[in-house]
Structure formats: structure tokens, C-alpha cells
Nanobody
Framework: VQLQASGGGSVPAGGSLRVSCRAS????????AGWFRQAPGKEREFVAA????????YKADSVKGRFTISRDDAKSTVYLQMNNLKPEDTAVYYC?????????????????????WGQGTLVTVSS
């Protein structure tokens, strides 16, 4: 499956933004999906994930209460709605996917468990 992220941009602190990731090349409903981000000079970190089934979601503590991950399999797209953005949310946001589901919930936060990656979209939050 190929992933194409879009929707990044520049917003002031407290603003909102939704980034999208459209999949192609295979049935997206067969894949679990996640979002990661990488800020300048820092390692890539987990943001949120959503398995292909059961509707559960996983989020990093730093974004709980502010970010929401969702998916529309009919559109082969996973979304990340980001509210109350903070300057520390500034990063390149990457979507990722893995076929099926993880063996354990804890695997969803590990970027090494994902096989497919989008190109990234830049989100800049100004103070």
C-alpha cells in the first residue's frame, strides 16, 4: 500500500488543523494505521494509532484530549484532527500502516512495527 499525507500548514498556538493520509494500492481496511511526528533535532515519536478493527485508538500522553485519530475505509483515508495546538507540536507528521493488527497493544507505539510510510507533512505552530 502507498500512503500520501496532506493537510499540513502553519497555525497559531491554540488553533486547529486536520492532516489526512490517503492509501492506495490495496484495501486500506486490511491495515492498521498510525501517525508519528519528528521535530527538528529530535527522534520520531508516536502520536496516535488506530487498528483495522474494533474502533479502538491509542494516543501519546502529550496529545490526549487534543488530538483525535479516525479513519474512513470507504475513502481509504486516516485522519488526525489536532486541536489546541502548541508550539511543541511543530513537526513533520508521518502516517504509517501495517497489514492486519499488532500482536499486542504496546506494539502500536513502535514505529519499527509499521511497514508502510507516507512522505510526511509539515505542521508549524507559532507562539
Amino acid at each position: 500500500v502507498q500512503l500520501q499525507a496532506s493537510g499540513g500548514g502553519s497555525v497559531p498556538a491554540g488553533g486547529s488543523l486536520r492532516v489526512s493520509c490517503r492509501a492506495s494500492g490495496d484495501r486500506f481496511s486490511l491495515y492498521s494505521a498510525g501517525w508519528f511526528r519528528q521535530a527538528p533535532g529530535k527522534e520520531r515519536e508516536f502520536v496516535a494509532a488506530m487498528p483495522r478493527t474494533n474502533g479502538r485508538t491509542y494516543k501519546a500522553d502529550s496529545v490526549k484530549g487534543r488530538f483525535t485519530i479516525s479513519r474512513d475505509d470507504a475513502k481509504s483515508t486516516v485522519y488526525l484532527q489536532m486541536n489546541n495546538l502548541k508550539p511543541e507540536d511543530t513537526a513533520v507528521y508521518y502516517c504509517a500502516a501495517v497489514f492486519g493488527t499488532m500482536y499486542a497493544d504496546s506494539f502500536y507505539v513502535d514505529d519499527a512495527e509499521y511497514d508502510h510510510w507516507g512522505q510526511g507533512t509539515l505542521v508549524t505552530v507559532s507562539s
